[in-house]
């Protein structure tokens, strides 16, 4: 069986996900800013056998409702939280890029207790540029979503050029997600520090960064790889802000071989 569609009825929404896979063990995908599940569904594809994948539309992106409000760090982390309990695995992997790994962070923080690990990439315990950020959600904030801006905002997730089929599904995930949503979510980033309470996470974790990510640096990755508990970083070369695509099949040998290790 490939990769399905599905949703859930979570924290007064509907909740898209995509699944793929079977097992008593689950990896629960969550994405990035503007992003949505499309970016995991190769990963799902090839996840080990006794695995099934779970990749999330939070609310306010992708295919999943999006209400007027409700768009914070700890709101999206306890929307995560609440499908973790919902489905039947018992040992859950969360898997994370950019702003889901800040998301799967305060997840871990309010220990889930099926969490078992951790997959961050492209992320960090606090906003290192923020008044680079602000002045991106001022700019968000009246953009008109045209192609061509939709496309900018597309190309920025990737270092290395991708298909014009996969840039322009990006485009077209960045254009679904709701306004509201990503200045609401923006600006909670901006008030998140997690710097003091990493030491908290007990949770093994795989920090992956880009080295050609300009928005979240190996140093991203160190600070949190050397903050938590159990933590290792993983620097890949000519990878940007979206490690599974830039590099699809380095991404899944060093997920696939966490999970090999950990389980």
Same mark, same amino acid.
Request: charged share 20%; glycine share 10%; net charge negative.
């Given at each position: 069986?490939?990769?399905?569609?599905?949703?859930?009825? @979570?924290?007064?929404?509907?909740?898209?996900?995509?699944?793929?896979?079977?097992?008593?063990?689950?990896?629960?995908?969550?994405?990035? @800013?503007?992003?949505?599940?499309?970016?995991?569904?190769?990963?799902?594809?090839?996840?080990?056998?006794?695995?099934?994948?779970?990749?999330?539309? @939070?609310?306010?992106?992708?295919?999943?409702?999006?209400?007027?409000?409700?768009?914070?760090? =700890?709101?999206?982390?306890?929307?995560?939280?609440?499908?973790?309990?919902?489905?039947?695995?018992?040992?859950?992997?969360?898997?994370?890029?950019?702003?889901?790994?800040?998301?799967?962070?305060?997840?871990?923080?309010?220990?889930?207790?099926?969490?078992?690990?951790? #997959?961050?990439?492209?992320?960090?315990?606090?906003?290192?540029?923020?008044?680079?950020?602000?002045?991106?959600?001022?700019?968000?904030?009246?953009?008109?979503?045209?192609?061509?801006?939709?496309?900018?905002?597309?190309?920025?997730?990737?270092?290395?050029?991708?298909?014009?089929? #996969?840039?322009?599904?990006?485009? =077209?995930?960045?254009?679904?997600?709701?306004?509201?949503?990503?200045?609401?979510?923006?600006?909670?980033?901006?008030?998140?520090?997690?710097?003091?309470?990493?030491?908290?996470?007990?949770?093994?974790?795989? #920090?992956?960064?880009?080295?050609?990510?300009?928005?979240?640096?190996?140093?991203?990755? @160190?600070?949190?790889?050397?903050?938590?508990?159990?933590?290792?970083?993983?620097?890949?070369? =000519?990878?940007?802000?979206?490690?599974?695509? =830039?590099?699809?099949?380095?991404?899944?040998?060093?997920?696939?071989?966490?999970?090999?290790?950990?389980?």
């Amino acid at each position: 069986m490939g990769v399905i569609s599905a949703t859930s009825s @979570l924290n007064g929404g509907v909740l898209h996900y995509l699944t793929a896979g079977s097992g008593d063990k689950a990896v629960v995908c969550v994405h990035g @800013l503007g992003q949505s599940s499309f970016i995991w569904e190769s990963v799902l594809g090839a996840l080990p056998s006794g695995w099934q994948g779970y990749a999330l539309d @939070l609310l306010g992106f992708g295919e999943s409702t999006k209400p007027e409000s409700g768009y914070s760090i =700890d709101s999206h982390a306890r929307t995560v939280a609440s499908f973790i309990a919902t489905i039947p695995q018992e040992d859950v992997v969360l898997a994370a890029n950019s702003l889901g790994g800040v998301i799967a962070l305060v997840v871990a923080l309010n220990e889930p207790p099926k969490l078992a690990a951790m #997959v961050l990439a492209a992320t960090g315990a606090r906003v290192r540029d923020p008044e680079a950020l602000k002045l991106y959600r001022d700019r968000l904030a009246t953009m008109k979503m045209t192609e061509d801006n939709r496309l900018s905002i597309a190309r920025a997730y990737c270092y290395k050029q991708q298909d014009p089929s #996969v840039l322009n599904r990006l485009a =077209d995930e960045v254009g679904k997600a709701r306004r509201e949503a990503m200045l609401e979510t923006m600006s909670s980033s901006l008030s998140t520090d997690l710097r003091a309470q990493l030491p908290r996470i007990n949770h093994p974790t795989l #920090v992956v960064q880009g080295m050609e990510d300009k928005g979240r640096t190996p140093e991203d990755g @160190l600070e949190i790889a050397r903050g938590v508990k159990n933590g290792r970083l993983l620097a890949l070369p =000519d990878v940007g802000h979206t490690p599974m695509l =830039d590099d699809p099949e380095e991404f899944q040998w060093w997920l696939n071989g966490s999970l090999g290790k950990w389980f």
